[in-house]
C-alpha cells in the first residue's frame, strides 16, 4: 500500500487546524511544515471539496476544520486526498494467455483478488477507527501538552508566531 506525500500533509494539516481558533491561511501552514505552498494547498482543496475543512475568503481567511477532529477520520483524508478507489484492481489474468479460463468460469472474483480486497477492507475498517482528535491526542503523548497549544499561539500570535515560536519541530 502506498499513498501519496499529499495524504500526509493533509494529515498534518487536519491536526495543526485542531488547534485553531480561527481560519488559517494555507500559506501559514505551508510555511509551519516548511512544504511547498502550492501542493499544500492541492491538498487543502481535496479536503474542501470532501467537506473536512472550509475555506474562508477575505483577509481573516484560511482554512478550518467543519467538524470536530473526533468526527474526522484517517480514511475521510486519505479518501479526500487521494480517492476512494481500493489499492488492488483485478485485471482479470486469469482470462488470458494459452490456458485462459472462459469469461463465463469466472463466476466470482479470485483467490488473489479475495485475499487483496480483504486486506484493503481491513485497512479501510482500521484507518475509519483513528480520529484527527485521536493523532492529536497522539501528539501530545509523544511532546507532551504543550505542543499543540504552542503551535496555536505561532499560528494566531501578534507577529504571527514568528518572534517567540517553541521549538516543536516535526512535531505535526
Known sequence: ???????????????????????????????????????????????????????????????????????????????????PQPAFTCTEIRQRGPLATPA??????????????AADAAWRAALREISIADLARGVEEDYGPTALAGIGSWLTGPDQGEATAPHVDHVT
Open 104 to 117: 463465463e468460469a469466472c463466476t466470482r472474483p479470485c483467490a488473489i483478488t479475495r485475499a487483496m480486497a
Open 1 to 83: 500500500m502506498k499513498l501519496s506525500g499529499g495524504v500526509e500533509w493533509a494529515l498534518h494539516c487536519c491536526v495543526v487546524l485542531t488547534t485553531a481558533t480561527d481560519p488559517v491561511p494555507a500559506a501559514r501552514l505551508a510555511e509551519l511544515h516548511d512544504v511547498s505552498g502550492s501542493y499544500l494547498a492541492k491538498q487543502l482543496q481535496a479536503l474542501s471539496r470532501a467537506g473536512l475543512v472550509t475555506s474562508v475568503q477575505g483577509k481573516a481567511g484560511g482554512y478550518a476544520l467543519t467538524r470536530a477532529p473526533g468526527l474526522i477520520t484517517v480514511l475521510d483524508v486519505v479518501v479526500a486526498v487521494d480517492g
